[in-house]
């Protein structure tokens, strides 16, 4: 039995040598990440780009770097013998009695989110809106616990945001910040922010909700004339 263990070990070790390097960012509960290469620290966060062009900042205290170490020197796999630990899964939460995210049914295969990457939208030099307005949105995004989000700029006055968002907090508190960052232009003298399609999905790749934010809505989102759960149930696009 122990010869086999020996063998099967070896084993997984020559095939994982075979697969193209990425980084494997464990964490301490359990979680994964696949990165294109080891977070950086900055502002205090692990930052790093994952292998579908997401960017994620994370509390560098919650990552098992030893884990992450051999995870990775073994291309996502773990030594034979070895007891794995049930990794968490999420579970996107009611909205209200009449408002749930999306979830996919047991007869609908779950589909593979499709690359960031190729959802860029071509803007010409001088025509879109600039690199400081998109990582105002960034950080207005991490600072209501946002961190895996995908920001473009969309035309002169106009942003796209791709966003994972478990519950229904994440979801009000996304559409609360998208709607301030809108109507105090992100801050930035001489720009102005006209409207912000926001696409959400949760972990398990369930639609968290899609929406088209205009000025007139964050305007009434920003008074507080509307509810986020009220323009939720309004304008969500799913």
Sequence with gaps: MKKTLILATLAVLTVTQLVAASYWVVMKDGTRYEARAKWTIVNGKARMTLTNGSVLALDPSAID???SEEVTRLGGGELLGVEQRPVPTSKASEIGSAIR???LTPSQPAAAAPPVATETVAIAPGTGLGQNVISKFERGFEDIGIFEHKVISTGPHSLRADLTA???EKVFNTLTATAFLMM????VAGVQIDSVDLFMKTTTFGAAG????TREDAQALDSKTITPANYFVLKVLL
């Design 65 to 67: 770097v030893a884990k």
């Design 210 to 213: 899609r929406f088209h934010v």
């Design 101 to 103: 995210l999306r979830k």
């Design 184 to 187: 105090h232009n992100a801050g």
């Design 166 to 168: 478990d519950n229904e």
